[in-house]
């Protein structure tokens, strides 16, 4: 199955700070990556989709990029309410999997 | 708006089975389908299947093929999650998400908030 890689594992930022979150595949996801946001006892909330989409109502400081292997997720300038965890998700190769999460936190 | 409701969280013992429902409000249950991710302590997320909105026919993860029936309830709107045979490391949190297109192949668009079903005898 595809192994998705996530780096750092943790990352302590500022507010104001850009963040760039790395998902490495072990195989080619083609375009087909998603990138969720969790938060302690919330449901995981969907931001990017195929690479680069930003899901409905999601900020435009959040952008996704990448194809085949190396994906990223950019928050360009964070705010208070994004410090949380963040996961990446492919669906393209059988089974889906996800990526063990990168935690941004305070720093 | 669009929400996912889980049923409460679970003690079961090894050997038992357990139920989880996942009730949905905010659009046509039939026109999407349900995925099932679980999140075991300190380990990554895990998907193990998915059933379409209509008919309801499931697809799953070979890890989970033999113990996990995945069904639905159009009537009610609820999707379900049975698992059998329980070990200790099926303690877990379970999702249930809404698959945005009509695979189970998809970007998970709305997520419930979590069941956490723990196994201890």
């Known amino acids: 199955e595809t192994v998705l890689t996530q780096s750092p594992a943790t990352v302590s930022l500022s507010p104001g700070d850009r963040a760039i979150l790395s998902c490495r595949a072990n195989q080619s996801a083609g375009d087909h990556v998603s990138w969720y946001q969790h938060k302690p006892g919330q449901a995981p909330r969907l931001l990017i989709f195929?690479?680069?989409n930003r899901a409905p109502g999601i900020p435009a400081r959040f952008s996704g990029s990448g194809s085949g292997t190396d994906f990223t997720l950019t928050i360009s300038s964070l705010a208070p309410e994004d410090f949380a965890l963040y996961f990446c998700h492919q669906r393209i190769n059988w089974p889906p999997t996800f990526g063990g999460g990168t935690k941004v936190e305070f720093k | 708006q669009i929400q996912l409701v889980q049923s409460g969280s679970e003690v079961k013992k090894p050997g038992a089975s357990v139920r989880v429902s996942c009730r949905i409000s905010g659009y046509t249950f039939t026109n999407k389908g349900i995925s099932w991710v679980r999140q075991a302590p300190g380990q990554g997320l895990e998907w193990m299947g998915w059933?379409?909105?209509?008919?309801?026919?499931?697809t799953y993860h070979p890890k989970f093929q033999d113990r996990v029936t995945l069904t639905t309830d159009p009537s009610t709107s609820t999707a379900y999650m049975e698992m059998r045979s329980l070990r200790s490391d099926d303690t877990a949190v379970y999702y249930c998400a809404r698959a945005s297109i009509s695979t189970g192949q998809s970007p998970l668009d709305y997520w419930g908030q979590g069941t956490l079903v723990t196994v201890s005898s």
């Open positions: 195929d690479s680069s």
């Open positions: 059933i379409s909105g209509s008919p309801g026919s499931a």
